[in-house]
């Protein structure tokens, strides 16, 4: 499955040769940010209103910017599901309580200055487009079928604290306002990527990954933040170049234990392969 997030571009936003493999950004914007916008007249209605109709509009409002809020929360669980091989359904359906609470802030708005056929109409169309717009939430788990949960979990809080070290690098990054280098940063975290899509289809490498996906990953994060820092500051040619350096010894050593992983995993598959060729001759049975 495709990483959604981070990927390799230039400077200019152009692809760079060698990205992660189906990398692309966030599809979350756009519409979803339309939907903070568009109920905002309620706020004028609210207040050219009596108390009660006030009341309501604002009701209806709240509503509406909750159901905003799900939704591009929702998108984002999404995302994170499908750029992984075995992942657990969203614990809160946010997109289908968006669907229903848009519904509900359009069919109380509808009520508060037109009637109850309005209000119906508005809610069960409001929901409706909402939700043939932005879709709902996976209701099933991903990958899962025969696999020791306890394993899978593991790996999961593993990869979602290493998630969070990727995303505290990025927002250091913006602090240092360098394209270049804020480029080469996604290199690097599409690197990590790959280490961490190859430890969730096999939970077994998280032992070996564990030091990448935390302690490595930690000292990388505390290196961006000081790098921002000083670059911010400054822009200290010297201390580019030195996180420059940095980066390129954690993406040659993130993708030498991912490639060490990928062997040790063929090697178990031989070793099963020959186990079950030598029982097979045991039991009398010659392969076709």
Known sequence: MAQRYGGKFSPEGK???????????TRVGGRVNLLFIIPLPLIWKAFTSDPVGMAQYLVALGAL???????????LAQEAYEARKVARRPALPRKIVGSILTGLGL????????????????????AALHAMAFGIDPLKDKGM???DTFQT????????????????MTEAMKRA????????????QATAR??????????????????YLSVYLMGARDATVKFA?????SHDEKAKADYAALLDDLEQNFAARTQKMLLDDRSDLNIEIEVLRDRLKREGIRAG
């Open 15 to 25: 692809p760079v040769k060698g990205a992660y493999r189906g990398a692309k950004r």
């Open 65 to 75: 910017i909750l159901a905003a809020w799900l939704t591009r929360e929702g998108l």
């Open 107 to 126: 069919g109380i708005a509808g009520f508060a200055g037109f009637g109850v056929i309005e209000a119906a109409i508005f809610a069960v169309l409001g």
């Open 145 to 147: 079928d025969g696999v």
């Open 153 to 168: 979990d593991r790996v999961a809080r593993a990869v979602d604290e290493a998630e969070k070290h990727l995303t505290a």
């Open 177 to 188: 306002g360098d394209r270049q280098m804020m480029a080469r940063l996604e290199a690097f």
């Open 194 to 211: 790959d280490l961490f899509r190859t430890v969730e289809e096999d939970p077994r490498d998280l032992t070996a990954a564990r030091k």
């Open 229 to 233: 820092d000083i670059y911010g500051r």
